[in-house]
């Protein structure tokens, strides 16, 4: 059985940086295109970042040139940097992974972590 776990989350404030990781097992990374979506209170899951099988990176218009999409087939792990944060980004973060390309939609992903907390203070 696939199993993804996010890691990395916590508090930080505004400007500052983190780095959230997304370990799988029961199955090879490669296997998958991953993607990190995010989702506030209140607030419908939302798409962050995605990165295909061969390292094809694309990210959503809020996050675009602050946060980064990485994938170690190697150490069946995948990455979200994310550098400038803002209070808005405060979230839950979850990793997914999808048989299918990578994908903006939540519903094309098979399987999701449970999420790891995000929250950026002003």
């Known amino acids: 059985q696939v199993q993804l776990v996010e890691s990395g989350g916590g508090t930080v404030q505004a400007g500052g940086s983190l780095r959230l990781s997304c370990g799988v097992s029961g199955s090879p990374l490669s296997t998958y295109a991953m993607g990190w979506f995010r989702q506030a209170p209140g607030q419908e899951r939302e798409f962050v970042a995605t990165?295909?099988?061969?390292?094809?990176?694309s990210y959503s218009g809020p996050v675009k040139g602050r946060f980064t999409i990485s994938r170690d087939d190697g150490k069946n792990t995948a990455y979200l940097e994310m550098n400038s944060l803002r209070p808005e980004d405060t979230a839950v973060y979850y990793c997914?992974?999808?048989?299918?390309?990578?994908?903006?939609?939540?519903?094309?992903?098979?399987?999701w972590g449970r999420g790891t907390q995000v929250t950026v203070s002003s």
């Open positions: 997914a992974a999808t048989f299918a390309s990578d994908d903006s939609r939540p519903s094309s992903y098979d399987f």
């Open positions: 990165i295909g099988r061969g390292g094809f990176t």
